[in-house]
């Protein structure tokens, strides 16, 4: 058995691995899941010294404060550390607003400027693979712009997910929470927008985006392969930190748009220096 050896370099990298979870989101498909995707291959992490090397109770080998490992339990922590960094440096930042920062920031590009890649299949990945991308912690520090989110705007997803009244009171710490309005579980102010379920007509999604960086003009380039998709108004202009804006996409697909088929696009709001990417899925009914 020859020595370890540390290989730099690699390319391509990151590539989605075969074993990875993929969407579409089966309870809730109007919510693109997963959000993004963190290292989780080969990861070397501490280790229960009580634990078997490969965790069979029948392996003797224990005493082992370090191993190498693979999974969702890998990538977890990477994300979870990615936070807990983020709330460190913007302690007024909400759970919702930190989820914006990484997924907005995420790339979808490897270590040669290509698609990332699928282990499965060998194809270029999508977004049911990686989410909106793979993490980038420190552009992640200065997002530019994020889509928050509050207990209340939740619990209007719930209403409009046709959740029970009483069942969404008990979740409401204040109180009793009422159902009132009209809301659409697509306009829930998510960084990612799904449709999977997609008429002929055009469909109207509506968020908020929040200043978070140093005054300026953002602008709108919307794309999606075989819809026609605008952004209302394309041009947003903030003066201060925290300073919200609110916009409309409007979806539509055309006549050549396959039925039962997922189409895969983005919106990115630009200022000359942040990038705010938000991944669009699209199936037409």
């Known amino acids: 058995m020859s020595p370890a050896k540390t290989f730099l370099g690699i390319k391509p990298a990151p590539?989605?691995?075969s074993f990875s979870s993929r969407g579409p989101n089966k309870l809730q498909p109007s919510v693109l899941k997963p959000d993004v995707t963190a290292p989780g291959v080969d990861i070397l992490a501490a280790y229960s010294i009580f634990a078997s090397a490969s965790?069979?109770?029948?392996?003797?080998r224990r005493g082992f404060p370090f191993n190498v490992l693979q999974?969702?339990?890998?990538?977890?922590?990477?994300?979870?550390?990615?936070?807990?960094?983020?709330?460190?440096?913007?302690?007024?930042?909400?759970?919702?607003?930190?989820?914006?920062?990484?997924?907005?920031?995420?790339?979808?590009l490897d270590n040669t400027n290509m698609p990332i890649r699928d282990a499965f299949g060998k194809k270029s990945?999508?977004?049911?693979?990686?989410?909106?991308?793979?993490?980038?912690?420190d552009l992640a520090i200065d997002p530019g712009?994020?889509?928050?989110?509050?207990?209340?705007?939740?619990?209007n997803f719930l209403c409009a997910s046709g959740y029970d009244q009483q069942l969404i009171s008990a979740?409401?710490?204040?109180?009793?929470?009422?159902?009132?309005?009209?809301?659409?579980?697509?306009?829930?102010?998510?960084?990612?927008?799904?449709?999977?379920?997609?008429?002929l007509n055009a469909v109207n999604i509506t968020r908020t985006v929040t200043n978070v960086g140093p005054p300026g003009t953002y602008t709108a380039k919307?794309?999606?392969?075989?819809?026609?998709?605008?952004?209302?108004?394309?041009?947003?202009?903030?003066?201060?930190?925290?300073?919200?804006?609110?916009?409309?996409?409007?979806?539509?697909?055309?006549?050549?748009?396959?039925r039962g088929e997922y189409h895969f696009g983005e919106l990115k709001w630009t200022n000359g220096k942040h990038i705010v990417r938000s991944p669009i899925t699209v199936r037409r009914k």
């Not at 990945?125 to 912690?137: C, D, E, I, L």
Request: net charge positive; proline share 6%; hydrophobic share 40%.
């Open 15 to 17: 590539v989605m691995a």
């Open 55 to 60: 965790n069979l109770l029948t392996d003797p």
């Open 71 to 108: 999974g969702t339990s890998m990538s977890c922590p990477h994300v979870s550390g990615i936070a807990g960094l983020l709330k460190t440096l913007h302690p007024n930042w909400s759970p919702a607003a930190i989820k914006s920062a990484i997924m907005t920031t995420a790339t979808t």
């Open 125 to 137: 990945a999508n977004a049911f693979a990686y989410g909106s991308g793979h993490v980038q912690p």
């Open 145 to 155: 712009l994020v889509y928050d989110l509050s207990l209340t705007d939740y619990l």
């Open 171 to 199: 979740l409401n710490f204040n109180g009793t929470f009422i159902c009132s309005g009209s809301h659409s579980i697509t306009d829930l102010n998510y960084p990612s927008i799904t449709l999977p379920n997609l008429g």
């Open 222 to 258: 919307a794309q999606l392969l075989g819809h026609n998709i605008a952004v209302v108004p394309n041009s947003l202009s903030f003066k201060k930190v925290g300073e919200k804006k609110t916009f409309q996409v409007i979806v539509q697909a055309t006549s050549v748009t396959k």
